[in-house]
């Protein structure tokens, strides 16, 4: 029954997604064109440039999670193995981009259980790095809002706090991941958490930088990159949005509407998207080119 619910949901999620894209084009087509033209060239190469090396170091965040279930893998493995398997995740299931990776793991010699924990592993880093770390930053930034946030959605953050530790509790008893390899080796610990923190200020800096030719000058940026952080963790456990489409969006929506009207929100945020859609296609068709002039030797 799951398994014809989930598709379902999907296809009706994308597209009320494109009703409503397709609603903003129509309706403010004169405020998106002046809108577009105030955004320089320039800050689209930044944020090429900031979704670029965020993906880079995701590649060597992959690697050093293969470092805490004690596997190894070069770095140019790590970053053909991420980027080419990143492109299932627009597929349809939601689930191609794990397969693809667990494939590759396979193909180099993983047992089972040393896949399991490595995906598990990553993605739990990813999820709460994101979360924590976009607190940290809107909390320093923009205490009120967090404020607003907890008394508006309070009964959110509750069901969030009771489920949690029932996920954990079945991650590590039900499905056997060995939660405790995340803190075996301190001094890896400590590199992943400066890499996480590195890839969603870049992330969340190529969200921002096209926004801030309408940016209010007391909209501070760290504020952006830590609610883009946080629409990130919620659109990534999103189980029927495909690459979080929508849901991130929505949840930044939700942040940056006191500050930018709708029409221009959405135009930053298929800005975003289509960068971000257009890095990921690079690094891929980057990956593919070593991995066939790999194979032909």
Not at 124 to 153: C, D, K, M, P, R
Not at 236 to 251: D, N, Q
Request: charged share 10%; glycine share 6%; hydrophobic share 60%.
């Amino acid at each position: 029954m799951k398994q014809k619910i989930f598709p379902v949901l999907k296809w009706i999620w994308i597209v009320a997604v494109a009703v409503f894209i397709f609603f903003i084009l129509k309706n403010y087509h004169t405020e998106l064109k002046e809108a577009a033209a105030q955004i320089h060239a320039s800050y689209f190469l930044l944020s090429f440039a900031c979704i670029f090396l965020a993906k880079i170091m995701l590649a060597m965040f992959m690697r050093y999670v293969l470092h805490s279930v004690e596997k190894d893998l070069s770095f140019s493995a790590c970053f053909n193995i991420y980027n080419l398997s990143q492109l299932g995740k627009y597929l349809p299931g939601n689930i191609w981009h794990f397969v693809g990776k667990a494939a590759a793991y396979k193909k180099n010699g993983f047992s089972l259980g040393n896949i399991r924990d490595a995906l598990f592993i990553e993605n739990i880093w990813l999820v709460v790095s994101a979360l924590i770390y976009g607190l940290v930053l809107i909390t320093l930034f923009n205490f009120i809002f967090v404020q607003q946030l907890l008394i508006s959605y309070y009964k959110y953050v509750l069901i969030f706090l009771f489920i949690t530790p029932i996920i954990i509790f079945i991650t590590n008893k039900v499905l056997r991941v060995n939660l405790n390899l995340i803190f075996t080796d301190s001094r890896l610990c400590l590199k992943i958490i400066v890499l996480q923190i590195f890839i969603w200020s870049l992330l969340g800096m190529g969200f921002a930088v096209p926004a801030i030719p309408f940016l209010p000058e007391d909209t501070g940026i760290f504020m952006i990159v830590g609610l883009y952080a946080i629409a990130y963790s919620i659109g990534f456990v999103t189980p029927f949005a495909p690459a979080g489409i929508g849901v991130r969006e929505g949840v930044l929506a939700l942040g940056l509407l006191p500050y930018i009207s709708l029409d221009v929100l959405v135009l930053v945020s298929v800005v975003n998207r289509a960068i971000y859609i257009i890095v990921e296609l690079f690094l891929a068709l980057i990956s593919q080119t070593v991995t066939t002039a790999k194979n032909r030797e």
